[in-house]
């Protein structure tokens, strides 16, 4: 029961975390999971999985409410669907090490560019 609250309440935070800052839910899921025992390629494939119905009810909104360039959607979607399939195709053959530098560096890129 405890075990069930407390993965609750960290979905619920990285959701918020998500709908907040578009999408950074994950950059927050991959460690949490990894704390929590899960190997390297597990926890990015379910941080994609459980950001998925996240990213879509606040797309949703996003969209309801007119905060979405339609101009850039189709564009944009297709890209991140490509890419999408591309990173889980590379997820399941490059080795554990490379897929957490990797996921290291882009986090450091990340935080650079909103410092400067």
Not at 30 to 38: I, M, Q, T
Not at 76 to 91: E, I, N, Q
Request: aromatic content about 4%.
């Amino acid at each position: 029961m405890r075990r069930n609250a407390a993965r609750l309440l960290g979905g619920a935070l990285i959701g918020a975390a998500n709908g907040l800052f578009g999408g950074g839910g994950g950059m927050i899921a991959v460690p949490v999971l990894r704390g929590a025992g899960k190997g390297a390629r597990a926890a990015h494939a379910t941080a994609i999985a459980v950001i998925l119905p996240a990213c879509a009810v606040s797309g949703a909104v996003y969209l309801l409410r007119g905060l979405v360039p339609l101009s850039m959607l189709l564009p944009v979607a297709l890209g991140v669907t490509l890419g999408g399939v591309l990173g889980a195709r590379l997820l399941a053959k490059l080795p554990v090490r490379t897929i957490s530098l990797l996921f290291a560096l882009l986090m450091l890129a990340a935080g650079a560019r909103m410092l400067f």
